[in-house]
Structure formats: C-alpha cells, structure tokens
Antibody
Framework: QVQLVESGGGVVQPGRSLRLSCAASGFIFSNYVMHWVRQAPGKGLEWVAV????????NYADSVKGRFTISRDNSKNTLYMQMNSLRAEDTAVYYC????????????WGQGTLVTVSS | SYELTQPPSLSVSPGQTARITCSGD??????AYWYQQKPGQAPVLVIY???ERPSGIPERFSGSSSGTTVTLTISGVQAEDEADYYC???????????FGGGTKLTVL
C-alpha cells in the first residue's frame, strides 16, 4: 500500500545536527513533489520545505532557511532533511508528505518522527 | 508574512452541521485544502482544491469558497468527527505554503 515512513528523530543538543529520512513505498516516488511539515508539541502545523520531482528545485520556510536542507534519492525512494544548528524551537514532530497535485496538496502523510532539541 | 485565520474552537451536537471558516487575502487566487487531525495521528486530507473530496472521505464533508473565505462544512456531525481541522493554502505568489492555526471541533 501507499506508505511513507519517517526515521531519524531523537534528542539532540542545541547547535547540533540531525538527519531525518522518509522511506516511500507503494507508488512511483520520482513522480511526486515532496514536503516536510512539522508540529511543535500542542501546536499547529507548520510547513517546512518542498523539493521538486528530480531535486533540482527546493524552497524553505523562513524559520529554517539556511539551516535545513531538503534532498531526495529517487533510486532509493527516500526523502531527507538535514537539520543543522538546531534550536529549541525546532522541537516538533516532523512529517513527510506527498504532494498530490504539485500545488502543496498533501494527500499522503507519514506517521511522523519526534525531534527534541534540549540540553 | 501571510496568514490564514480560523476560529480556535467550535462545538456542535451530533447530527448538527458544523461550519469551519478560514480567511486569507490570497484565497481568491490560491486553492485551499482541509485536513483532519485526531490526537496522536497524522493529518488526513478531507478537502482539496476548495471543494473536491478525496476518495474514502464521507460525503458529509464538503468545501466551499467565497471571496477571501473558504468553509469546511460537516453535515450530520458524528462523534468520530471530533478532531482538529486545519486549512492550508499558499501566499499570492505561490512561494510559501501556509496553514491556518487550526480549529478544535468538539462534538457535545
């Protein structure tokens, strides 16, 4: 079945780095634009980043621009998020999401992975 | 920065109609989407392109648009509809994706 599975979350100290992965299955991964969306504990959803089909185009929320890097490996059906210079305010559940229409319509979501930034 | 505005909460009795609004200046130009999120779960798309319903979503969920406001309507609310609902769209340039603050729907 169509599925996204995130991994790589955990507890990390402020200023350190972490890399998240999102493994896709059940669909042709390279045919879809992909996104990361996060949700701080008890808060709403916040869009983080988007990457085009082939990885040539990327865009980021201002809150993570210059610190986070989205990438993908279509040969491995996997989406990534490299997170550097982490801050306490980056603490959240991070979801990867498939874009149904290439217009930021998130039809498939992973179960999420929790990132906690704390000393 | 661009914002989408939703009411924080809404309470309805079973069988009644719930209407959740979302306001934003760019909504006449950009498509709107609605997501349902239950505690501890990932969001689920319930409406796309303002008023389209994905397969598997009950017919009681519908969407509409008028000017700078889009509305999610749940007709004949059921206990299982109790959840947080988020609208989502993009700014006028289509560069940034934005979520509304979310509406907590309580079924009395």
């Amino acid at each position: 079945q169509v599925q996204l599975v995130e991994s790589g979350g955990g507890v990390v100290q402020p200023g350190r780095s972490l890399r998240l992965s999102c493994a896709a299955s059940g669909f042709i991964f390279s045919n879809y634009v992909m996104h990361w969306v996060r949700q701080a504990p008890g808060k709403g959803l916040e869009w983080v980043a988007v990457i085009s089909y082939d990885g040539s185009n990327k865009n980021y929320a201002d809150s993570v621009k210059g610190r986070f890097t989205i990438s993908r490996d279509n040969s491995k059906n996997t989406l990534y998020m490299q997170m550097n210079s982490l801050r306490a305010e980056d603490t959240a559940v991070y979801y990867c999401a498939r874009d149904l229409t290439s217009n930021a319509c998130f039809d498939i979501w992973g179960q999420g992975t929790l990132v906690t930034v704390s000393s | 920065s661009y914002e989408l505005t939703q009411p924080p909460s809404l309470s309805v009795s079973p069988g009644q109609t719930a209407r959740i609004t979302c306001s934003g200046d760019a909504l006449p130009k950009q498509s709107a989407y609605w997501y349902q999120q239950k505690p501890g779960q990932a969001p689920v798309l319930v409406i796309y392109n303002d008023s389209e319903r994905p397969s598997g979503i009950p017919e009681r969920f519908s969407g509409s648009s008028s000017g700078t406001t889009v509305t999610l309507t749940i007709s004949g609310v059921q206990a299982e509809d109790e959840a947080d609902y988020y609208c989502q769209s993009a700014d006028s340039s289509g560069t940034y994706v934005v979520f509304g603050g979310g509406t907590k729907l309580t079924v009395l």
